[in-house]
C-alpha cells in the first residue's frame, strides 16, 4: 500500500472516530437532566407593628391626661395593694411617671391619703386600725359616736368586722335621718347598767328633729355637744368632686311628708338594756 493511500485511511479513520465521539457526547448531553429553573422568591413579609403598640398608646395617654387622674390611678393602687411602691414601682404598676412629672410627685407627697416615707408611698387611712379588736377599741374611744365613712378605709374588712361587732352587741350602727352616714357608737360592757324611766323614754321618743343633718349639727353645737360628723364639709367635699348626693329611694308607703311628726322613736335599742 502506497503512503497517500495509507494517509487517506488514517484521515478516514480519525474522522470517524471524531463523528462517534460527537454522537456519545450529545448522547449524554439529553440524557442528562436540566436543572430546574430557579425558584421564584417568596415575598418579604408584610411590615407589622410592635404588638406593644396599643399598650404604649394606653400609657401615653395616662401620662397626658390630667394630673387628678393620674393621682386617682396612683391612690386606687395603694389603696386595693396596701403596700409601699417606689416611683419606679408605681410606673411599672399602673404608667404613672411621678419622676417624670413633678405636679403628680408633688400632690402625692401632699394627699392626705398617702404617706410619703422619703422614698416609697403607701396608703394612709384616717384611722390606723388592722384588725376587730383594734377597731372595737376605736370606736370605744368616741362615746359620741364615729361615722362609718372614716372607717371604711382602715383595711380590706373593715365593713365585715363593724357587722360581727354589732351582732356581738360591741357596738351599735345607727345612719342618721338623711342616711348619708353610719354612726357607730360603742356598747361598752363595762359601763353601768342603768334603768330609764319610761316618762323619759316617752319624752325622748317624742322630740322632734330637724329635717336636715346640718340643723341637728347646729342643734347639738347650741346645746355644748360635739356632733360626729360635719354634713356640710362632706357635701361641700362631695360636690367639689362630682359625686352627687346620694338620694333615697322613694317609697310609696310611709312617704314623709311636711307634716309628718319626726321623733327618735326609731332608736328603741337605746332603752333596750336593763
Not at 460527537?22 to 417568596?42: D, L, V
Not at 413633678?102 to 387611712?125: H, T
Amino acid at each position: 500500500m502506497s503512503l497517500k493511500e495509507s494517509l487517506e485511511r488514517f484521515k478516514k479513520q480519525q474522522e470517524k472516530c471524531q463523528t462517534t465521539l460527537s454522537s456519545i457526547a450529545s448522547t449524554k448531553a439529553a440524557a442528562a437532566p436540566r436543572p430546574a429553573p430557579a425558584a421564584a422568591r417568596a415575598p418579604p413579609p408584610a411590615v407589622k407593628f410592635s404588638n406593644d403598640t396599643e399598650r404604649l398608646q394606653h400609657i401615653n395617654s395616662i401620662r397626658k391626661g390630667p394630673v387628678g387622674a393620674q393621682i386617682k390611678r396612683v391612690i386606687d393602687l395603694l389603696l386595693e395593694t396596701r403596700q409601699a411602691f417606689t416611683p419606679e414601682q408605681i410606673n411599672e404598676a399602673c404608667y404613672v411617671d411621678a419622676n417624670a412629672n413633678k405636679a403628680v410627685f408633688d400632690s402625692l407627697r401632699n394627699n392626705p391619703k398617702v404617706y410619703y416615707d422619703g422614698r416609697r408611698f403607701s396608703y394612709k387611712s384616717k384611722h390606723n386600725v388592722t384588725d376587730k379588736n383594734q377597731l372595737r377599741s376605736l370606736v370605744r374611744k368616741y362615746p359620741e359616736g364615729i361615722a362609718v365613712i372614716d372607717l371604711k378605709d382602715a383595711y380590706p374588712n373593715v365593713m365585715d368586722d363593724l357587722q360581727a361587732l354589732k351582732a356581738a352587741g360591741d357596738i351599735w350602727l345607727l345612719s342618721n335621718f338623711d342616711s348619708q352616714e353610719d354612726i357607730a357608737y360603742p356598747n361598752d360592757p363595762r359601763l353601768p347598767a342603768m334603768n330609764v324611766d319610761d316618762e323619759l323614754k316617752v319624752l325622748f321618743r317624742s322630740i322632734e328633729l330637724p329635717r336636715d343633718m346640718i340643723d341637728i349639727e347646729k342643734e347639738l353645737q347650741k346645746n355644748g355637744m360635739k356632733p360626729a360628723t360635719d354634713t356640710a364639709k362632706r357635701r361641700a367635699l362631695a360636690q367639689s368632686q362630682g359625686i352627687p348626693n346620694k338620694a333615697k329611694p322613694k317609697k310609696k308607703k310611709h312617704e314623709i311628708s311636711k307634716r309628718t311628726k319626726l321623733t327618735n322613736a326609731h332608736l328603741p335599742e337605746l332603752f333596750s338594756r336593763p
